[in-house]
């Protein structure tokens, strides 16, 4: 349980600092950049999502599987 509010946190962060470099960046005139770096934010973000789902995936499959 501790570890999926790890993970809440962790992609919260990363949309908070994503959202202050984008934020500055257009101030800058950078609007290039900018969108760059939102798109990168993006993706890591999504691998997180995908690395959850994948556990998700696994601890169904076990569930299913048990042959104890």
């Not at 908070?16 to 770096?37: N, R, S």
């Not at 990168?40 to 959850?52: A, E, Q, R, S």
């Amino acid at each position: 349980m501790y570890q999926d509010a790890s993970i809440l946190f962790q992609i919260a962060g990363i949309g908070i600092i994503v959202a202050m470099i984008h934020t500055i960046l257009k101030q800058m005139g950078k609007e290039e950049y900018a969108q760059f770096a939102s798109i990168v934010g993006f993706i890591i973000v999504l691998l997180f999502v995908i690395n959850g789902i994948s556990d998700l995936f696994q601890e169904i499959k076990s569930v299913f599987l048990y042959r104890g």
